[in-house]
RNA sequence: GGUCCCGUCGUCUAGUGGUCUAGGACGCCGGCCUCUCAAGCCGGUAACGCCAGUUCGAAUCUGGUCGGGACUGCCA
């Protein structure tokens, strides 16, 4: 039998990389099988969902690659793959059940029910003991799946191992609104029967509404799925990760400057690795070994530092080529404006420094500002190397060493800086320092000759000639 | 309260009865390198929740206990 997998995400806000996670193990799952995966959106929340997350779900995949076989926007064998456009669909599975007396119309009102679940509480049972089916038929109400009471549910989880429910503790949940529109449990069984779903992998959090899928599942005819239960991902206080976390939608990340396989590695590697001593590793390498089987049964804490690593590492095994074409866009989306190609040409020149730098492609801009424009030191820069003894010297002193070079390249600016060092006889921290929050605005700058080399001598000897003016008007 | 799940360094994990005085990675600390910041290199820190039991032998098996979590809706 083959794999098939689908995600089914409710459109309801941007994309958690909660989802995103499961998304990927499913992915890689179908990908490691042969088997297909399927995007289905699952917009029973009519008044919660929205085009614009559906969007951003697809957005989101597209960046990470994640391709899905068949679903909305590419199409397949069954339909929509919206729940929105089969609602009459689930409609005449739900009334087949009520008919075939396996569901029935609860006319029972909302406090009834509260005042029930109350007492079943101060019983100390299940707290559903009493939502059972009422002795009287109804033919108004919300549709409740009828529980079978004979016999416990067990299924095996590819995670978790056996998994055994009574039946007693599953409550005759509702499958179809007193408004006609089918709840989560009904949509989701329903489209998994159709549509030959083979595997569910999902999170923990779906664990106790598994078995009312099973029993679902079999009064509509359909063959159970073997189900997979995701450990869920958790914030650093160890709740289960949340908006209280902030960065929790994929869209952050998106924007926030990480590289996309950076993000599928990172993601990988939490409930799943790939071998004892690799953290580090292709989506090819992924989709060779992945097995849902080997994912860990434990809560993963999203842990923000070990993304910025795996970032900065895939930001440095970048091709150079790729690498300045990403931080173009996002130079030129700080500074407004696209670049001119001598601006481009002094960026090139220094790029492989910048990379080698870079954690966030979001934080280019700001390490390479001053090739494009004049950048005045920041206050702190400024009275942390400036406000010194002897800095107007090293700043002439440096100034008639560089007016007087033939050539402009690393190597003679080195070599005139270093000999300007033996003159004035100071070290290279003391006497370099000055010159780079001169020339970059900075303490913190890529390396000083290369910037120098880049940005050219005019500019250079101008800042140097402005900062020690400014020096000599305080 | 009830049902269910989980428990190896701060974090992600390797580990399926002996090769574990528990390995790797992030983080953190120290050092080297060094024009700043990174990167890189070297070293260090730190865990089998607890108690019984099974066994010649337990991180690995069993029971209990404690701790954490999810679910408990005409949301998904």
Redesign the pocket.
């Known amino acids: 039998m083959s794999v098939r997998v689908r995600i089914?995400?409710?459109p309801?806000g941007y994309v958690h990389v909660g989802n995103i996670r499961a998304a990927l193990f499913n992915w890689l799952y179908a990908r490691h099988t042969g088997g297909t995966f399927i995007l289905r959106i699952?917009?029973?929340?009519v008044?919660?969902s929205d085009v614009e997350y559906e969007d951003d779900i697809k957005a989101g995949l597209r960046w990470l690659g994640l391709d899905w076989d068949e679903g909305v926007d590419v199409g397949g064998p069954h339909g929509s793959y919206r729940q929105s456009d089969r609602f009459d669909h689930y409609r005449e599975v739900a009334h087949d059940l009520v008919a075939r007396g396996l569901a029935y119309h609860?006319p029972?009102?909302?406090e009834e029910?509260e005042e029930l679940?109350k007492v079943?509480?101060s019983e100390?049972?299940?707290?559903?003991y009493y939502?059972r089916r009422p002795d009287t038929p109804a033919t108004t109400?919300?549709i409740r799946f009828s529980v079978p009471q004979d016999a416990p549910v067990e299924f095996d989880d590819m995670?978790?191992?056996?998994?055994?429910?009574?039946a007693g503790?599953v409550?005759d949940?509702?499958i179809l609104?007193?408004?006609g529109?089918?709840?989560?449990?009904l949509?989701?069984v329903t489209d998994d029967v159709d549509y030959r779903i083979s595997h569910v992998a999902r999170?923990?959090?779906?664990?106790?509404?598994t078995p009312k899928h099973i029993l679902l599942t079999k009064a509509i005819g359909g063959s159970v799925p073997t189900y997979a239960?995701l450990?869920?991902l958790?914030g650093?206080?160890?709740?289960?990760l949340s908006k209280r976390h902030g960065d929790t939608s994929l869209r952050a990340y998106r924007e926030g400057g990480y590289l996309p396989q950076a993000m599928m590695n990172f993601l990988a590697?939490?409930?799943?690795?790939i071998?004892?001593?690799?953290?580090?590793f292709t989506v090819a390498e992924a989709i060779e070994s992945f097995d849902l089987v080997?994912v860990?049964?434990?809560?993963?804490?999203?842990?923000l530092?070990?993304l910025?690593?795996?970032n900065?590492?895939y930001i440095?095994a970048q091709d150079p080529e790729d690498f300045e074409a990403g931080a173009r866009t996002e130079i030129e989306r700080s500074m407004g404006r696209s670049l001119a190609a001598d601006d481009w040409e002094r960026f090139r020149s220094i790029s492989g420094?910048v990379q080698?730098?870079?954690?966030f492609m979001v934080d280019i801009p700001d390490q390479v500002r001053f090739l494009f424009e004049e950048v005045a030191a920041d206050d702190d820069s400024w009275a942390k190397v400036m406000d010194k003894e002897g800095v107007a010297e090293v700043l002439s002193a440096a100034s008639s060493r560089l007016s007087g070079l033939d050539t402009w390249d690393t190597e003679s600016i080195?070599g005139a800086l270093r000999g300007m060092l033996e003159d004035l006889e100071i070290?290279?921290?003391k006497g370099?320092?000055p010159l780079?929050v001169a020339v970059t605005g900075?303490?913190?700058?890529?390396?000083?000759?290369?910037s120098m080399a880049a940005l050219g001598s005019e500019s250079v000897l101008a800042r140097l000639d402005a900062a020690g003016r400014r020096l000599a008007g305080s």
């Open positions: 089914a995400p409710s309801t699952d917009d029973t929340d008044e919660r609860d029972r009102s909302p029910l679940r079943a509480q100390k049972r299940h707290p559903n939502i109400g919300p995670v978790r191992g056996d998994m055994r429910f009574e503790a409550d949940f509702v609104r007193s408004d529109v089918p709840t989560y449990h949509a989701s999170g923990e959090d779906l664990l106790p509404s239960h450990p869920l958790f650093p206080d160890g709740k289960k590697t939490l409930g799943w690795s071998g004892a001593d690799r953290t580090v080997d860990s049964k434990n809560p993963a804490v999203f842990d530092d070990k910025a690593w795996i900065g590492e440095r420094l080698e730098r870079t954690k080195e070290g290279a921290r370099l320092q780079r900075s303490v913190v700058s890529p390396p000083l000759f290369e």
